[in-house]
């Protein structure tokens, strides 16, 4: 008997519990933002939440060609998503994304000139920007007494097994090409194939492929030395002051994160609300001092101190960004014999 | 008769949906293309990952022996002490089933890195300083993380409960009159285990390797944490093919079918092997 009444009990709670999560489905508002991992500050969706109703779901991945393959492979509900700019055109290309509706976004004329109408989106219609920065190189000053200058640190046998490297093709591969003097948009198939065979020659000193588990390693100095991107290499910087960033002199990799909306989306005027939301001065002051990344949006980047303004790491000077490259989308052939060499260098 | 075919609808039904109908997409995925044509492609370069093959094959190969050669004797101990005992063990057992794999594998990257728990132990124990000092070397850390040892701790830490359930399951409940007699008709203790109590387990034995075998061989975020992703199994390869790099279904389709038929090979082989076994013996 007594059973009985508490499976009675367990399942009506049970129904309760479904049933008012129906109920609340039906009258909140969601916007589902799809983002790179710790790349935002959490706190503001509550902000937005307040001031639109509409709740934030947030999940994140680890890099551009996850996403790709997520989006790809049909299912998901994502509203917003903030890929990189070879990713952005690709997406393009493909006819994955949704056109935004500009009259919803009036804070996109808080953007500074510079960051539109960019290669990847020419007529901006697509996307708005959210972060840039440069990729460079992270290495702890106590482990290592040279000092780095140039990508032939990586591939350097002096730092066998302290070495990380991106945990992804187009990155890893670009580290090579940088190195070998080759352009990072290159589509000679020599080319690669050289840049290729260096990273084959790494691997055997090589610590490990990684993404976001860069933190843990080189905070915590288990590694010496590993490629990542700028607003990270802050982060990393405040919890180990040992480390230090550098940009390679061969040059290096310019990226622009955009938020877009993935075709099909349901909930699109959240989503442009959301973008809208995160172009506003305050809030994009607030995003930056928990990501480090730096901010497109003029409006905030006037709004800093001049300490922040003249941090190099964030906001590179023109020599440095002279030197830079921005990733281009490839033709599907190179793109896969991207896919197989990464692959191959990694079986 | 016909109800307990209704019993079973929701089994069938279940197994339909998302066994049956799956495997059936991942054939016609194997041999499909992009484009949606026929083809063999897929598995044309099939020879490039022999290496992966087996290497996968090798690592869930010793992770089960371990598990086995750990397992057993943990079941076989058990099962002879009293309830209060066994409910504890098997509760100290299943405990870290309780947290999250991927957590439990974090965690042991953090204790077997260079500056991880087991050698910052060892390097104020002075351990390091001994040997050093003893051996005139100059080592400050034993290298553990990014091994294929790591890989193979990762996966017998995170499967021996599947080896020890089904196992001490099977023990626990053999008939202690078969036993008695055994002692009764003269058997030593050696020969009662030999003769009585091995092969009355062996079913536990069997479904124990299996339960730790094929997950083994199609982990895919073990190698990717404690192996540094340098030298990937067939579930990263996989899993590349899906969620990472080199978005091809159609490939990742035909990788999971040969290893889907490698593994069969090796389950129908192990089961005869096993069936003949446990036969003789009895008879």
Known sequence: MKRLVSLVLVLALTAAVLLSGCAKKQEQKVVNVYNWGENIDESIFKIFEKQTGIKVNYTTYESNEQLYAVLKMGGTNYDVIIPSDYMISRLIEEGMLEKLDFNNIPNFDNIDERYKNLEYDPANEYSVPYTWGVVGLIYNTSMIDDEITSWGALFDPKYSGQILQFDNSRDAMATALFHLGYSVNTTDEAELNEAYELLVQQKTILQGYVMDQIYDKLEGGEAAIGPYYAGDALLMMENNPDLAFVVPEEGTNLFVDAMCIPKGAVNKENAELFINFMCDTDIALKNMAVTCYATPVRTAYEALDEETRSNEIMFPKDDVLNRCQIYKNLPQETLNLYDQLWVKLKS | ?283
């Open chain 2, 1 to 283: 008769m016909r109800r307990r075919y209704i019993a079973a609808i929701p089994h069938v039904v279940w197994m339909a949906v998302f066994v049956v109908v799956p495997l059936i997409l991942v054939v016609f995925y194997a041999f499909t293309s992009a484009t949606g044509g026929l083809t063999l492609e897929n598995f044309r370069n099939m020879g490039s990952y022999m290496s992966v093959f087996a290497r996968s094959l090798w690592l869930a190969f010793l992770a089960t022996i371990i598990c086995l050669l750990i397992g057993y004797p943990l079941s076989y101990v058990l099962s002879k002490e009293g309830p209060g005992m066994q409910r504890i063990f098997i509760m100290l057992i299943m405990l870290p089933m309780w947290i999250n794999f991927l957590l439990r594998t974090y965690a042991w990257m953090s204790i077997l890195e260079n500056t991880g728990l087991i050698n910052r132990l060892l390097t104020s124990l002075g351990i390091f300083d001994l040997i050093n000092r003893i051996f005139n070397t100059n080592i400050t850390y034993i290298p553990m993380i990014n091994t294929q040892g790591a890989v193979v701790l990762g996966m017998v830490y995170n499967y021996l409960p599947f080896m020890v359930l089904p196992i001490y399951s099977v023990i626990v409940k053999i008939d202690s009159s078969l036993i008695e007699a055994a002692q009764d008709l003269g058997a030593g203790s050696m020969t009662v285990f030999k003769r009585i109590i091995f092969p009355l387990s062996l079913p536990g034995v069997l479904s124990g390797i299996t339960m730790v075998f094929v997950p083994a061989v199609s982990t895919f975020i073990i190698s990717k944490l404690l192996g540094g992703g340098t030298s990937i199994l067939l579930g990263d390869l996989i899993e590349m093919q899906f969620l990472g790099n080199a978005y091809n279904p159609h490939l990742g389709s035909a990788i999971s079918l040969i290893m889907m038929i490698i593994i069969m090979i090796c389950m129908f082989v192990m089961n005869r092997f096993g069936e003949g076994e446990e036969q003789a013996v009895i008879m």
